[in-house]
């Protein structure tokens, strides 16, 4: 039943979110770009990077593999933020990870299959 409400997942970013989630990103890969030489200044950078950018976006669990990518040697060259961010910013947050849709009425161990079959015994 769809009453109108939407669910958490369905709620787009706003456009100021957006903005500033890729400005966050754009910003942090072309200063990555620039201190590649000293590690501990781009890992203190990809840190703060990925703080930003999960308070900015909501919260979201998929930058921590990001960050840790990020902090690997030679990986720094992708630009993983500006890719994470982008495909967050416009594409939503990931279906399916911990969030349940309480706008259906029925539980789900309570729905009805279309496969179910009532059983009806055969006369002997």
């Given at each position: 039943?769809?009453?109108g409400a939407k669910t958490p997942?369905?709620?787009?970013?706003?456009?100021?979110?957006?903005?500033?989630?890729?400005?966050?990103?754009?910003?942090?890969?072309?200063?990555?770009?620039?201190?590649?030489?000293?590690?501990?200044?781009?890992?203190?950078?990809?840190?703060?990077?990925?703080?930003?950018?999960?308070?900015?976006?909501?919260?979201?669990?998929?930058?921590?593999?990001?960050?840790?990518?990020?902090?690997?040697?030679?990986?720094?060259?992708v630009p993983f933020w500006t890719?994470?961010?982008?495909?967050?910013?416009?594409?939503?947050?990931?279906?399916?990870?911990?969030?349940?849709?309480?706008?259906?009425?029925?539980?789900?161990?309570?729905?009805?299959?279309?496969?179910?079959?009532?059983?009806?015994?055969?006369?002997?």
């Amino acid at each position: 039943m769809d009453n109108g409400a939407k669910t958490p997942l369905s709620v787009p970013y706003s456009w100021p979110q957006r903005i500033l989630a890729i400005a966050i990103a754009v910003v942090s890969d072309i200063v990555n770009a620039i201190f590649i030489w000293a590690p501990p200044i781009v890992i203190a950078i990809d840190l703060v990077t990925a703080v930003l950018l999960w308070l900015v976006l909501g919260r979201p669990m998929v930058l921590l593999p990001v960050f840790i990518a990020e902090a690997l040697p030679g990986v720094g060259i992708v630009p993983f933020w500006t890719l994470v961010a982008g495909g967050l910013a416009f594409f939503g947050r990931i279906p399916g990870r911990g969030r349940v849709d309480r706008s259906s009425t029925t539980p789900p161990h309570q729905a009805t299959h279309p496969t179910s079959v009532t059983r009806r015994d055969l006369p002997r």
